[in-house]
């Protein structure tokens, strides 16, 4: 046989191999869309439970009269306060409040408490925050989609463009998304929140504003006043969350928001780990807030602050317009490869590498 013809056979069965590697590769990918994967499943059903709830909050946003600035809101969700009202406490970013109205966040928070090891029925502690409403649905919708005991203490003040309407705060729109039967959950107690030395706080007509909100949704007031008491609210915090636990433990400790209570005042407060937390280095700093008390104790922290990482990670776009369909992420795609696909490639591969071998032999 002479060489073009012995070259043109090798050539031959080079391409052969390729375009079985191909095949292979196409099969396995294409496999992923028809393997069922329960964690997937149950992101997708939390996003779709969080788009629901927000376009229920959206309604009665509108029956209350309440107008939606297109300037500020351009995909209407409604979630978007204004920039400064009687119960603003900070400054807060634009880009970060319309970032987290994407419902497919409830599908990330699912996806962090399976990673976190919470099973169904376990209870979890959550503090939320008027600041990112929005966020909050998110995890309702996980923590149902789970079937998960959330112990839920929440802040009734806002940053800008957060829940800063004073006759539509976040505790209005809690009780508002039980009354309609989405979710059964009720916040346990809350605070006016934003009372911090030097980091914004509420006017003597605010605190009047939140105490009314407070009052008129049957919660409980957690009388914070920032550094002063930081400790002693810490403490109530943590027993409020014991007091419904009983001998259980906590599956994880979910925090929204940037409260003083969560973050503390510790020098490196501000730059703690966002998304899930499983392990934080130790201090020895009087300050510390729940996060890293929680983390001590040995509890998976959900940490939902600087939204702009968060949703990076997770292939989230930032300031989406319009919002993204659900579900929509990188992790929200189907993820999980057939095992038989996967092995009948490799086999296919191996034996079409084994035949070449031998022929050169």
């Known amino acids: 046989m002479n060489s073009d013809r012995m070259r043109k056979m090798r050539t031959s069965r080079i391409l052969l191999i390729a375009l079985c590697a191909v095949a292979v590769q196409l099969g396995v990918d294409g496999s992923r869309a028809f393997v069922r994967d329960p964690v997937l499943e149950d992101m997708t059903a939390a996003a779709r439970l969080a788009k629901r709830a927000m376009e229920i909050l959206k309604e009665e946003s509108v029956k209350r009269g309440i107008a939606i600035d297109h300037g500020t809101d351009p995909n209407e969700t409604g979630l978007i306060g204004a920039e400064y009202s009687d ?9 970060s409040k319309r970032t987290s109205t994407n419902p497919n966040f409830a599908g990330i928070v699912v996806e962090m408490l399976h990673r ?19 966020l909050n649905v998110a995890v309702f919708s996980a923590l149902q989609v789970l079937k998960l005991r959330p112990i839920l ?10 829940a ?4 539509w705060t976040w505790l209005d729109m809690e009780r508002s998304l039980r009354e309609r039967e989405v979710f059964p959950y009720a916040s346990r107690a809350a605070s006016l929140g934003g009372i911090a030395e030097g980091g914004g706080g509420l006017g003597e007509h605010g605190i009047l504003m939140g105490l009314a909100a407070i009052h008129r949704n049957g919660v409980r007031h957690l009388d914070e006043r920032g550094s002063a008491t ?3 609210d810490i403490k109530i915090h943590v027993s409020l969350y014991e007091s419904e636990l009983g001998r259980e433990k906590l599956a994880a400790f979910i925090n929204v928001g940037g409260s003083l209570t969560s973050l ?5 407060a501000g730059s703690l780990p966002v998304g899930l937390v499983l392990k934080l ?3 020895t700093c009087p300050g510390r807030g729940l996060i890293s008390q929680m983390a001590e104790k040995g509890v998976p922290v959900i940490h939902l602050l600087n939204i702009r990482r968060i949703a990076t990670r997770y292939g989230l776009p930032v300031d989406p317009i319009p919002l993204p369909p659900v579900p929509d992420g990188k992790a929200m795609r189907p993820g999980k490869y057939s095992l038989p696909v996967v092995l009948t490639g490799l086999v296919v591969l191996l034996a079409a590498l084994s035949l070449e071998f031998r022929k050169k032999d």
Do not use: H
């Not at 203490?153 to 957060?162: L, N, Q, T």
């Not at 800063?164 to 006759?167: G, K, Q, V």
């Not at 503390?264 to 490196?268: I, K, L, P, S, V």
């Open 153 to 162: 203490i929440s802040s009734v003040g806002a940053s800008a463009y957060g």
């Open 87 to 95: 119960l603003t406490t900070t400054l807060g970013s634009l880009e």
């Open 281 to 283: 280095p130790r201090s």
């Open 264 to 268: 503390g005042e510790c020098r490196d």
């Open 230 to 232: 930081l400790g002693n």
């Open 164 to 167: 800063n309407d004073p006759e």
């Open 116 to 134: 976190a090891g919470a099973k169904q029925g376990e209870q979890v502690a959550v503090s939320l925050s008027g600041s990112f409403p929005a």
